[in-house]
């Protein structure tokens, strides 16, 4: 199947960093989507992208549609304690079939 | 808001039981899927549905079945379950004509000694 390739695996920040992660793929998204799990959470979703070139904000965090629909990154500035938590990205693969394809996540770790 | 809510947070099972993991959505949403989690392996689709009596296999349906008699809940069955079942598992839910947004369970943390 569809693979989001996600990174980085996780980071270790301090608290009031800025935070860039980024998910790519090898085929065309019509949609990105990105999810933030606290432990033992269902994700939830945070920012939708539906257009190639599209930046979306939601509070702190800024996300966008990479213009040749083959990638998405996330922002989070000045982090607080939280964020804490794994990020996924996820999205319908253009012609795919059907439920969303995931990247394994990127695990937020704030050090005080 | 949305709600999806998931029948059970932990459930405990002894191998060759058979399992079922309930899901509920109040928002009327047509389409419903179950995942399961694993380190290092992300979210991974087992099962979804597109209407009532409707499924579709997702990509890992070995060792499960599942049911929709009604449009707001979603079964999970494991048939027989097995160590290797053990894991995390996510009910989501969306609505047609949208866009493509999934909302997701608290999840089931299911072990199978």
């Known amino acids: 199947g569809q693979q989001l390739n996600q990174s980085p695996q996780s980071m270790f920040i301090q608290e009031g960093e800025d935070v860039s992660m980024n998910c790519t793929s090898s085929?065309?998204?019509?949609?990105w989507l990105w999810y933030k799990q606290d432990p033992g959470e269902g994700p939830v979703l945070l920012i939708a992208?539906?257009?190639?070139?599209e930046l979306t904000s939601n509070g702190r965090l800024t996300a966008q549609f990479g213009i040749t629909r083959k990638d998405s990154f996330l922002n989070i500035s000045a982090s607080i304690p939280s964020d804490v938590g794994i990020y996924f990205c996820?999205?319908?693969?253009?012609?795919?079939?059907?439920?969303?394809?995931f990247g394994k996540g990127t695990h937020l770790i704030i050090q005080p | 808001d949305v709600k999806v809510t998931q029948s059970s947070r932990y459930l405990v099972k002894r191998t060759g039981e058979k399992v079922f993991l309930e899901c509920v959505q109040d928002?009327?949403?047509?389409?419903m899927f179950w995942y399961r989690q694993d380190p290092g392996l992300g979210l991974r689709l087992i099962y979804f549905?597109?209407?009532?009596?409707?499924?579709e296999k997702g990509d890992i349906p070995e060792g499960y079945s599942v049911s929709r008699e009604k449009k707001e809940r979603f079964s999970l069955i494991l048939e027989s379950a097995s160590t290797n079942q053990t894991s995390m598992y996510l009910c989501?839910?969306?609505?047609?004509?949208?866009?493509?947004?999934?909302?997701f369970g608290p999840g089931t943390r299911l072990t199978v000694l």
């Open positions: 992208l539906y257009k190639a070139g």
């Open positions: 549905s597109y209407d009532v009596k409707m499924k």
């Open positions: 085929s065309i998204f019509n949609t």
């Open positions: 989501a839910s969306t609505g047609t004509g949208g866009g493509n947004e999934q909302f």
């Open positions: 996820a999205g319908p693969p253009a012609g795919g079939a059907d439920g969303l394809t």
């Open positions: 928002m009327d949403h047509e389409n």
